[in-house]
């Protein structure tokens, strides 16, 4: 009954078995991946914003994400305001890798949450607003707003858990595992967290229509 109460244990519980159910789903298919232009294509111009420059991983951290094509890149807005754009696409998921979730990556680089909740962000080219986290964080005198999301066959997900939930169901009716983690940070500086939420928004919703032509349906 203890076990029970503790909130953190059922949650591992459920992963758990949302992780067997996965393996289980895909022991013995083939896997259909599909084809997905490399993420270098993506435009550098993004309605109101353009590309400052692309940020090359070294070896230790492409080990460590083991995702199968990466984008991290700068981008700028007419008033010079930056922010990062990161994509990190997974063909499968069958071997083990899967997208790191930046609950763990951020305080991993030294950025301490300061608060977390959810945002509905209404985008060109889907039926309803898509729902993302929103991290704001901090590290030292630095702070700074964190928009990220799982982007996988026709479906945006916030919760790492209803990913894990739809890995399972696309494995046994479509016979796919791909997916990607997308996120967005955008610097707090002067000008507060509002302002910094809105150029991520903005940004998001200038670059959606785009990454839709992106990533595989």
């Known amino acids: 009954m ?3 109460r503790n909130r953190y244990a059922v949650i591992l519980t459920v992963v758990l078995l949302l992780q067997a159910g996965f393996f289980y789903a895909v022991a013995g298919r083939p896997e259909d991946v599909p084809p997905i232009l490399p993420l270098a294509a993506f435009p550098n111009s993004v309605g109101g914003f353009r590309t400052v420059k692309d940020l090359p991983l ?3 951290t492409q080990d460590l994400l083991k995702a199968d094509d990466i984008l991290d890149r700068v981008y700028t807005d007419r008033s010079g305001h930056q922010l990062l754009f990161f994509v990190a696409y997974f063909k499968t998921q069958r071997q083990g ?4 979730s930046p609950k763990n990556c ?3 680089s030294g950025w301490e949450p300061i608060s977390t909740d959810r945002l509905s962000i209404p985008v060109p080219g889907w039926d309803a607003p898509i729902v993302v986290n929103r991290y704001v964080v901090e590290k030292g005198d630095d702070k700074g707003v964190t928009l990220y999301w799982y982007q996988s066959r026709r479906r945006v997900v916030a919760s790492e858990y209803s990913a894990k939930f739809w890995l399972v169901a696309d494995a046994l009716r479509y016979h796919r595992s791909d997916t990607s ?4 940070s955008a610097p707090v500086i002067g000008s507060g967290v509002k302002d910094a939420t809105g150029l991520a928004i ?3 919703q200038q ?3 785009e990454l839709l032509k992106q990533m595989p349906l």
Do not use: A, C, E
């Open 207 to 209: 670059m959606f229509p």
């Open 97 to 100: 890798q899967s997208p790191h």
């Open 2 to 4: 203890n076990f029970l």
């Open 202 to 204: 903005q940004f998001v």
């Open 58 to 60: 070294d070896q230790d």
């Open 106 to 108: 951020l305080p991993g």
């Open 181 to 184: 983690l997308v996120r967005i």
